[in-house]
């Protein structure tokens, strides 16, 4: 009986063929198990799909009872068919009553078959069904025959996810590929999306390239491509910028062991071997790789997945001839689905199109956040394993208030959400006609706010949310999206618009603040064990005086004839506020000397957000014209809590007695010397933040457009002295006061 079988190629040959016939999708899952038995000689063979409500369904068979067909069930772990699906790894036995396991299911008649072998249908790791071939005899299937029931249970995976099913399903007991799921993390950025999911690694295989048309050159393609990976990764470790030893050496380490490793690139030929593509064959063996290791208790092991998925990634990239990059069509209402992501990856994509960002691996002042936020799109982090849990074009729903994410939402959800957005746009209009209302508390108190910016398309929210200017220009973003180092000219280009955008108010440019996760892809980067205290901000611009020089020539030119306020950011000592004065008069006498126009007026500040500047506030203010607090990062070095690392990001309150006899330190201080100061970052732009700073005395906000209105509406509905009273219990160590501010900010009113 082995040696008949007919082999994988052979069935696969076949498989595609009745794939393509225009026939009803239970005609073609009816001829694939036919074609399935008679390759590979059993007498049974029958395909089970995991249902939404978890149960298993028999959709077709050959050789049991065709009336059993859509009428038997098992729950999942019931049966041998239901320990295939909850352990995703065959079954292959000679006596199936035997074992304990079996459940005997009269309808079928099938408890004349002995031989028994089961296959999980698996596509990302998530199982999807069962596919199963029985025989009288008692018999062990091979390996061969194993290998080949789960190549072809491949095929049944992708018209599984196709939705193709769905057609013949019952109400309420459609596949489980196209359940409902929900889902809550973390809210990162305000707002609701209702889109279409865009996988940020998408997974590259489609139906019509699984299957080879030539086994031997696929084999060749598959080698050639694993030992260019290789390449790539002993390049990578042999950079100078590499370290000889830390954590991050042993990580590239491990990742290049994978690589290495003999049994993972065997079996990808031995798949290829079998009729798939080179794709396929990775995909194969990483779906089973992560079905495994997703039920692994070992959490080490399931840490491990990432580096296996970002290397059979990298693999399928090379193999296809495709960078990773953003897709090149989405839909109008996209949804980014992301494992993690620079903040320069975010911005690759077409923003008039990106709804929501759904991110594993992000805090609420992650760089990634901060540009999600500052272009508006509703985001959510932390929800464990989502890209394995969509599918591209998923209907999906972000809701970035409460950090809630629906997959594939039933209509009921979907209607629910389509109101909420109707009510948050009516909200919206009721800020827009606070726009030119001045930002002036009951007790006549006025509060500038300004806002965040960093590309043209943030200009129009000047005029649009009735802001008091720009308080933060992030320079770098210009950079993260050029492919090449942005020339002096179009560096003056830039920074001409956003001060004409701007008219009579007044914009603060932040100088280049690149380094930690904000890579600039044409600059050779330097690998550090805590980048977020390396080489990066003005310690970069300082050590690499043409960049910065070039930087403030560009904005010198852009303002002539108006004023122009410069800070530099992460001033850790009050030397190098000294030193980047020094460039700066070092320009504008070069400028002077060759006949161009000065602007009319220059000011300069310091960004503070390294700590030790607070030991160093009297002596820094003479020195500035203006401060900014970056309340982000210097939250972030005061508690030593990295802001992108999702277990210690929020284990401190920003609003705590630290915190607040910190900022209350630097407001006194600024008040003093009589030098402005402002807040920049994401304390600001929550209402019982901003309560707590406009308390202590804060009179500047910067913060992202969307935040404007809502703290508008809540200052012309507050009397400081409230806030005030507050925030000083805190200060004291009374920490109820927090509980005040929070009543304070959620009690406002529209007026």
Same mark, same amino acid.
């Given at each position: 009986?082995r040696?008949?079988?007919?082999g994988?190629? +052979?069935?696969?040959?076949?498989?595609?063929?009745?794939m393509a016939?225009p026939?009803?999708?239970?005609?073609?899952?009816?001829?694939?198990?036919v074609l399935i038995a008679a390759n590979?000689?059993?007498?049974?063979?029958?395909?089970?799909?995991?249902?939404?409500d978890?149960?298993?369904e028999?959709?077709a068979?050959?050789?049991?009872?065709?009336?059993a067909?859509?009428?038997?069930?098992?729950?999942?772990?019931?049966?041998?068919v239901?320990?295939?699906?909850s352990?995703? *790894?065959p079954?292959?036995i000679?006596?199936?009553q035997?074992h304990?396991a079996?459940?005997y299911?009269p *309808?079928?008649?099938?408890?004349?078959? $002995?031989s028994?072998?089961?296959?999980?249908?698996?596509?990302?790791?998530?199982t999807?069904?069962?596919?199963?071939v029985?025989?009288?005899?008692?018999?062990t299937?091979?390996e061969?025959e194993?290998?080949a029931?789960?190549?072809?249970?491949?095929?049944?995976?992708?018209?599984?996810?196709?939705?193709?099913?769905?057609?013949?399903?019952?109400?309420?007991?459609e596949?489980?590929?196209t359940?409902?799921l $929900?889902?809550t993390?973390?809210?990162?950025?305000?707002g609701?999306a209702?889109?279409?999911a865009?996988?940020?690694e998408?997974?590259?295989?489609?139906?019509?390239n699984?299957?080879?048309? #030539?086994?031997?050159k696929?084999?060749a393609?598959?080698?050639?491509s694993?030992d260019?990976?290789? +390449?790539?990764?002993d390049?990578?470790l042999?950079?100078?910028g590499?370290?000889?030893?830390g954590e991050h050496?042993?990580?590239?380490?491990?990742?290049?062991?994978?690589?290495?490793?003999r049994g993972?690139?065997?079996?990808?030929?031995?798949a290829?071997l079998?009729g798939?593509?080179a794709?396929?064959?990775?995909e194969?063996?990483?779906? !089973?790789?992560?079905?495994?290791?997703?039920?692994a208790?070992?959490p080490?092991i399931?840490e491990?997945?990432h580096?296996?998925d970002?290397?059979?990634?990298?693999?399928?990239?090379?193999?296809?001839?495709?960078?990773h990059?953003?897709?090149?069509?989405?839909?109008?209402?996209?949804?980014l689905?992301?494992?993690?992501?620079a903040?320069?990856?975010?911005?690759?994509y077409?923003?008039?199109?990106?709804r929501?960002?759904?991110?594993?691996e992000?805090?609420p002042?992650s760089?990634?956040?901060?540009?999600?936020?500052?272009?508006?799109?509703a985001s959510v982090?932390q929800?464990?394993?989502?890209?394995?849990?969509v599918?591209?074009g !998923?209907?999906?729903?972000?809701?970035?208030?409460?950090?809630?994410v629906h997959v594939?939402?039933?209509?009921?959800v979907?209607k629910?959400y389509?109101?909420k957005v109707?009510?948050?746009?009516?909200?919206?209009?009721?800020?827009?006609?606070l726009r030119d209302?001045?930002?002036?508390t009951?007790?006549?108190?006025?509060?500038?706010?300004?806002?965040?910016g960093g590309?043209?398309?943030?200009?129009?929210?000047v005029?649009?949310?009735?802001?008091s200017?720009?308080?933060?220009?992030r320079?770098e973003?210009q950079?993260?999206?050029?492919?090449?180092?942005?020339?002096?000219g *179009?560096q003056?280009?830039?920074?001409r &618009?956003?001060?004409d955008?701007a008219?009579d108010?007044?914009?603060i440019?932040?100088?280049? #603040?690149i380094?930690?996760?904000k890579?600039?892809p044409?600059?050779?980067?330097?690998?550090?064990e805590?980048?977020?205290?390396g080489?990066?901000?003005?310690?970069?611009?300082?050590?690499r005086?043409g960049?910065?020089r &070039?930087?403030?020539r560009?904005?010198?030119?852009?303002?002539?004839?108006?004023?122009?306020? +410069?800070?530099f950011?992460?001033?850790?000592? +009050?030397?190098?506020i000294?030193?980047?004065?020094?460039?700066v008069?070092?320009?504008?006498?070069?400028?002077?000397?060759?006949?161009?126009?000065?602007?009319?007026r220059?000011?300069l500040?310091?960004?503070?957000?390294?700590?030790?500047l607070?030991?160093?506030?009297d002596?820094l203010l003479k $020195?500035?014209d203006?401060?900014?607090?970056?309340s982000?990062?210097l939250?972030q070095?005061?508690?030593?809590? #990295?802001?992108?690392n999702?277990?210690?990001?929020?284990?401190?309150?920003p609003?705590s007695p630290?915190?607040?006899?910190?900022?209350?330190?630097?407001?006194d201080?600024?008040?003093?010397?009589?030098?402005?100061?402002?807040v920049c970052?994401?304390?600001?732009?929550?209402?019982?933040?901003?309560?707590?700073?406009i308390?202590?005395?804060f009179?500047h906000?910067?913060?992202?457009?969307?935040?404007?209105?809502?703290?508008?509406?809540?200052?012309?509905?507050?009397?400081?002295? !409230?806030?005030e009273?507050a925030v000083?219990r805190?200060?004291e160590?009374d920490e109820?006061?927090?509980d005040?501010l929070?009543?304070i900010a959620? &009690?406002?009113k529209?007026?």
């Amino acid at each position: 009986m082995r040696g008949a079988f007919g082999g994988p190629r +052979v069935l696969l040959r076949r498989l595609r063929e009745v794939m393509a016939e225009p026939v009803t999708a239970q005609d073609k899952l009816d001829r694939i198990v036919v074609l399935i038995a008679a390759n590979m000689v059993a007498e049974v063979c029958s395909t089970y799909v995991l249902r939404v409500d978890g149960e298993l369904e028999l959709y077709a068979t050959e050789g049991l009872n065709p009336q059993a067909v859509h009428q038997t069930t098992l729950g999942r772990g019931e049966g041998l068919v239901g320990l295939v699906a909850s352990a995703a *790894e065959p079954l292959n036995i000679s006596d199936a009553q035997n074992h304990p396991a079996f459940s005997y299911k009269p *309808e079928t008649g099938e408890e004349i078959y $002995h031989s028994f072998l089961g296959v999980p249908i698996l596509r990302a790791g998530n199982t999807l069904g069962v596919l199963v071939v029985q025989n009288k005899a008692h018999r062990t299937y091979s390996e061969e025959e194993v290998e080949a029931l789960q190549t072809t249970a491949m095929v049944l995976a992708e018209m599984i996810a196709s939705g193709e099913l769905t057609s013949i399903a019952r109400p309420g007991a459609e596949p489980a590929v196209t359940r409902p799921l $929900h889902a809550t993390g973390v809210p990162l950025a305000e707002g609701i999306a209702l889109g279409y999911a865009v996988l940020h690694e998408p997974r590259t295989l489609a139906t019509e390239n699984l299957i080879a048309e #030539d086994v031997t050159k696929e084999v060749a393609r598959l080698d050639e491509s694993v030992d260019k990976l290789r +390449v790539q990764l002993d390049e990578l470790l042999s950079q100078d910028g590499v370290a000889p030893a830390g954590e991050h050496r042993d990580v590239l380490e491990a990742f290049r062991m994978f690589a290495h490793d003999r049994g993972w690139v065997r079996r990808m030929r031995e798949a290829v071997l079998q009729g798939l593509t080179a794709e396929a064959a990775v995909e194969r063996v990483q779906s !089973d790789t992560r079905a495994r290791m997703l039920r692994a208790t070992d959490p080490y092991i399931r840490e491990r997945l990432h580096d296996l998925d970002d290397l059979a990634n990298r693999l399928l990239r090379i193999l296809t001839g495709r960078e990773h990059g953003p897709v090149a069509e989405m839909p109008d209402n996209a949804i980014l689905v992301a494992r993690s992501m620079a903040p320069a990856a975010l911005l690759d994509y077409d923003r008039t199109k990106l709804r929501g960002l759904i991110i594993e691996e992000a805090g609420p002042t992650s760089h990634v956040t901060i540009i999600a936020r500052a272009l508006g799109i509703a985001s959510v982090a932390q929800i464990q394993n989502i890209v394995s849990m969509v599918e591209a074009g !998923d209907a999906l729903i972000v809701d970035g208030g409460t950090g809630d994410v629906h997959v594939r939402p039933p209509v009921d959800v979907q209607k629910s959400y389509a109101d909420k957005v109707k009510l948050r746009a009516r909200r919206q209009a009721q800020y827009q006609k606070l726009r030119d209302k001045p930002a002036i508390t009951k007790d006549g108190t006025t509060i500038s706010l300004m806002l965040n910016g960093g590309l043209l398309v943030d200009l129009p929210y000047v005029e649009e949310t009735g802001a008091s200017g720009i308080g933060l220009f992030r320079t770098e973003l210009q950079f993260m999206v050029s492919p090449t180092l942005p020339r002096a000219g *179009e560096q003056e280009e830039l920074y001409r &618009s956003v001060l004409d955008a701007a008219g009579d108010k007044p914009v603060i440019f932040r100088t280049l #603040d690149i380094g930690g996760d904000k890579v600039l892809p044409y600059l050779r980067t330097v690998e550090e064990e805590n980048p977020a205290l390396g080489w990066r901000a003005i310690r970069f611009g300082l050590d690499r005086p043409g960049l910065l020089r &070039s930087q403030v020539r560009a904005l010198a030119r852009a303002a002539a004839g108006r004023t122009l306020r +410069v800070m530099f950011p992460m001033i850790a000592a +009050v030397n190098e506020i000294e030193e980047a004065r020094t460039i700066v008069e070092r320009e504008l006498t070069h400028l002077r000397k060759w006949g161009h126009q000065l602007p009319e007026r220059m000011m300069l500040g310091a960004m503070l957000e390294v700590p030790s500047l607070l030991f160093e506030l009297d002596e820094l203010l003479k $020195h500035v014209d203006f401060i900014s607090i970056g309340s982000n990062d210097l939250i972030q070095f005061m508690y030593a809590a #990295d802001r992108g690392n999702s277990r210690v990001a929020d284990r401190f309150d920003p609003i705590s007695p630290a915190m607040m006899r910190a900022f209350k330190l630097i407001i006194d201080s600024a008040n003093k010397a009589g030098k402005p100061a402002t807040v920049c970052g994401e304390l600001a732009a929550r209402p019982a933040g901003a309560l707590a700073l406009i308390g202590l005395g804060f009179r500047h906000l910067s913060v992202s457009p969307v935040s404007i209105g809502p703290l508008k509406a809540m200052i012309r509905d507050i009397n400081i002295k !409230d806030a005030e009273a507050a925030v000083m219990r805190i200060v004291e160590g009374d920490e109820s006061g927090r509980d005040t501010l929070t009543q304070i900010a959620e &009690s406002i009113k529209l007026s």
